[in-house]
């Protein structure tokens, strides 16, 4: 039997063997859509001979991509999954500049801006120009057209933008927080899409070589993303699609559920197959489910069939008052815990809000009888203050333009260095349009005279701050060593002596926050340092580099610099040891979850409580589509 092949029903099966060049399956919850599109990738590298290489398979998470290599690990073996282009949308397009931006302007080495960052540089755009638009609205209002492919010179062309005050300003802040994207060799996250985009439209050749390509979760890309299908997939026109227009849930992030039918539009051959078989929910919830989605009219019209019997009936609950509401959830909880002797246990349960505010009340019952509870979005390892103080200093030796991670570890450990000196240097060097490093270099050099006071006190801290990011910078340009993240955050932590410092300012949890620094260090250990050989190896590609293509010049890469802009990248666009969950490596504790509806997107449990399932709170009140707030449901 074709290992490939076995245990596919006959709906997956004539997904993953199809010969339509245009397929789009739609997979409701629980179908197999990742068996199947893992499945396809697998056909057609072993049946079809597609090469690893020319195959692009593009996700929404981290997880996704993860799951899928290893299942595609265990259909094709022989390392071939690591020759796929196989990644989140932001990953994959970073790839495509990374060796490829040269041809439309993006400086070597660029960094990722992330959300922090963006908010910092608007922020004090809003202060400089005095305007009165809230910094974090205007960030929100950037991504957005962003998303939508609308650009400065549209929005300020836009007749209503001439008209209003508010728009006017918004525009000014766009043009200006650009420019400091610009100048400080930035890309935000929305940027990687866009300009990933600007690339494959003025310079198709890169992708020339794509034979096929594969997209999980269709149901969530934006404008910008369903144009960069059809570029990525212009020379073969091979796109397989998975996606359900049921659980389309992230409208509010510019997400298009019409990109089903545009897809449709677009490739008039497009083959659609229903995966109808459920193999994760009961009967009596697929039928709840079922009617309750069928009441959004414009959907298309499919069914879901249970493969499991019909179970224990979902069950609405009246209660006279949120207070009521939780004491009840609580008593249900230890009620659940106890009829059925243990077999189900706090990790089995969870609790599911429209909003994150609603959970005030239920945190007070759960502690007030003590269930032990996590909530979702809890601090990420990533953002915890040690670590992020190392990374900013590695940002730094990577890119000394960055003006926020600079401004962030200058006086860490304390040099001397105050925040009224270090927000006037960032000013004057945002003024006189030059990035904050070379304003301090040229300062100390006696090149320059600041017009920000610098007293000799100063001036020995940011001497002593430049000298350990120059000998950090020389490290990277080792030919014997090149340095890779571990031993460059091994040299900074020994110029900082930050065990000290960390011993010194957290004395009550020094133990603890030492051992995340180990873990950073032996996470950094681990990233790949094959990029040298991989750099090497370019006619076939590999999990680091694209394959070289006749006719179209990659950048060149120092191995060093390239390794750590990696290392970098990736702990920008994703965090590697929290899973999608919200728990580390894995990890979930004895204890029951509290999480958003929207963050517990394709995860499951045994037992779950929706609280609040009232007009206002779901449908939501500010809620512009109901439809939406339906599948949400």
């Not at 078989?277 to 309750?292: F, H, K, T, V």
């Amino acid at each position: 039997m074709d290992a490939i092949l076995d245990g596919l029903n006959n709906a997956q099966l004539a997904a993953v063997t199809s010969p339509s060049d245009v397929l789009q399956i739609l997979a409701p919850p629980g179908s197999g859509k990742t068996k199947t599109l893992t499945s396809r990738v697998a056909y057609l590298i072993r049946h079809l001979n597609y090469q690893p290489w020319n195959i692009l398979c593009l996700t929404f998470t981290i997880k996704s991509s993860r799951e899928m290599k290893e299942r595609l690990g265990k259909l094709i073996g022989n390392g071939m999954e690591a020759k796929l282009v196989l990644g989140t949308f932001h990953s994959v397009c970073r790839r495509y500049l990374v060796s490829y931006g040269h041809l439309i302007g993006i400086a070597k080495n660029f960094g990722i801006a992330d959300s922090s960052d963006s908010l910092s540089i608007i922020k004090r755009i809003v202060k400089r120009l005095r305007l009165n638009l809230d910094p974090k609205v205007a960030r929100s209002r950037i991504s957005s057209c962003k998303s939508k492919g609308v650009t400065i010179a549209q929005l300020s062309n836009d007749a209503s933008t001439k008209k209003k005050v508010d728009q006017q300003e918004f525009a000014q802040v766009f043009e200006a927080y650009e420019g400091q994207l610009d100048q400080a060799n930035l890309l935000d996250y929305d940027d990687l899409l866009l300009r990933c985009r600007e690339l494959l439209s003025q310079h198709p050749l890169c992708v020339s070589n794509v034979e096929a390509v594969l997209i999980d979760e269709f149901q969530d890309t934006n404008v910008v993303q369903f144009d960069l299908m059809t570029l990525f997939a212009a020379q073969q026109k091979r796109v397989t699609t998975v996606g359900d227009p049921d659980q389309s849930i992230y409208g509010w992030r510019s997400a298009e559920i019409k990109n089903l039918e545009r897809m449709q539009t677009q490739y008039p051959e497009t083959l659609v197959i229903h995966l109808q078989d459920n193999y994760r929910s009961s009967g009596a919830i697929l039928l709840a489910a079922q009617e309750l989605i069928q009441q959004d009219e414009s959907r298309p019209s499919k069914s879901l069939l249970p493969t499991h019997c019909p179970g224990t009936l979902p069950v609405l609950r009246r209660l006279p008052s949120s207070d009521a509401e939780a004491a009840w959830i609580v008593s249900e909880i230890k009620r659940t815990i106890g009829m059925t002797g243990g077999m189900l246990t706090y990790p089995d349960i969870a609790i599911l809000l429209r909003s994150a505010s609603l959970s005030r009340q239920i945190e007070s019952a759960m502690a007030k009888v003590g269930i032990p509870y996590r909530m979702v979005g809890g601090q990420r390892f990533f953002d915890r203050v040690e670590i992020k103080i190392l990374l900013d200093y590695l940002r730094v030796v990577s890119q000394p333009t960055n003006n926020d991670a600079i401004a962030r570890v200058i006086n860490i450990p304390a040099r001397g260095v105050g925040n009224t000196t270090i927000k006037a240097l960032l000013e004057e060097a945002e003024t006189k349009k030059v990035t904050l490093w070379f304003l301090i270099l040229d300062a100390i050099r006696g090149n320059i005279k600041t017009s920000t006071k610098i007293t000799k006190s100063v001036e020995q801290g940011l001497g002593a701050f430049v000298q350990i990011i120059l000998s950090a910078k020389q490290k990277l340009k080792d030919p014997i060593d090149p340095s890779s993240p571990q031993s460059l955050l091994e040299h900074i932590i020994k110029k900082l002596k930050f065990q000290e410092y960390i011993k010194r300012w957290y004395e009550l949890d020094c133990d603890g926050r030492w051992a995340n620094v180990e873990e950073l260090i032996s996470q950094a250990a681990e990233y790949p340092i094959a990029l040298a050989a991989d750099l090497g190896n370019r006619d076939v590609g590999s999990a680091t580099v694209l394959p070289a293509i006749e006719g179209i010049a990659q950048s060149d890469s120092d191995v060093g610099e390239e390794t750590l802009s990696m290392f970098l990248a990736n702990v920008a666009l994703a965090t590697e040891l929290q899973t999608d969950d919200g728990s580390e490596d894995g990890d979930i504790k004895a204890q029951v979850t509290i999480s958003t509806i929207h963050a517990a997107k394709g995860l499951e449990w045994p037992v779950v409580f929706v609280p609040a399932a009232y007009e206002g709170s779901i449908p939501h009140s500010r809620a512009e589509d109901t439809d939406e707030e339906r599948r949400l449901l």
